[in-house]
């Protein structure tokens, strides 16, 4: 039986144990439903050549040779990754269009016993409601962004305020970048549409009766594009923003990007991507810096000379009012926690 999806949340309360993705783990890599898991039953050259017979000799000869290998990967999925599942398990299954292969793995795991469903449309009939969420529906909750120049501790922030129990969008985690050239982090970003995907979970998550705290960020999370109507309700919307002095906040990111200046070679390069904007004098000293490890020096040259002047220029053409300015001297963990404490209370406080 297939299911049909009229809203991302119907994949909460629908009640599967598990969600199963049995595209090509190139397709599964592209995008594909939050917490599903890839059983493939036609890998990324299966899935090509069944294609190309398909295309070049003959449906039928397609259909004939697709089966057998799904047929083949079912049993592997069944003996390894599904073994261990009771007779009550409910699996929810899925493909490009809920076609062949979703039917295929279904018919096979419903004749053994556990209950089995598809859903209508497959992954496409998934994607047009991430799209619809993400570009064709009003953003649910009042948008409050959390402001403040590089270093300010913005995503520790945020995280403090999701702990407090703040109605919050953390779109860095969403792009896996911390929004600047050396922003880079571990296993690099998740493509557009998965991008869009954690996002519109996220969005139909909201509770419209609550405001929703997102970082300030550009258009862009290093090179996933943020959907329009989000921007526009960021753009519009009041700011929280801290204000620390340049020193601190060089001293919060020697210790946020710890990850990065021990990797010398990497922050060296990142440097680099500098060069067409700065003097070589300039660049050739932070090469010194990083060099010697003076990370906290570096941090403040770069805040003076590159960072605080461009988030000074993009406030301008994208902020709407300036907002409330929540002071700092310290941004050490105990001065967060506090910060956090103050910014809780604004968020919710009754309008």
Known sequence: MAITLTALTDLAT??????????????????????????????????????????????FTARKIGGALVARNAALHIEGPLAD????????????RGGQRSGSFATI?????????????????????????????PIASPVVLLDGNTGSAKTELLHLLAARGVQ??????????????????????????????????????????RPVVIEAESSKVGNRALPSPLWKAMCAGPRLHIAAPRAARARYLARAYADLTEDAAQLARVIDLLRPLHAAEVIHRWHALAATGAFAQLADELM??????????????????????????????EALERLADRLAARVTAPS
């Open 109 to 137: 795991l419903s004749q053994i016993g556990w209950r089995t469903e598809t859903i209508a449309g497959g992954y496409k009939a998934y994607r047009s409601l991430v799209v619809q969420a993400c570009y064709d529906t």
């Open 85 to 96: 599942k009771p007779g009550g398990w409910r699996p929810l299954v899925y493909c490009w």
């Open 14 to 59: 629908l009640g599967f144990d598990t969600i199963i993705d049995v595209r090509s783990p190139a397709e599964f890599e592209d995008d594909h439903i939050p917490g599903a898991i890839s059983l493939p039953v036609l890998d990324n050259a299966e899935r090509a050549r069944v294609g190309t017979i398909y295309k070049q000799v003959n449906p």
């Open 168 to 209: 919050v969008i953390d779109l860095e985690g969403m792009a896996n970048h911390r929004g600047s050239l050396f922003g880079a982090m571990p296993g690099g970003q998740p493509g557009q549409r998965a991008f869009e995907s954690r996002l519109a979970a996220a969005l139909a998550a909201l509770d419209p009766a």
């Open 304 to 333: 003076a000379r590159h960072y605080d002047p461009r988030y000074d220029k993009q406030r301008a053409r994208t902020a709407t009012e300036a907002g409330d300015i929540f002071a700092t001297d310290e941004l050490t963990p």
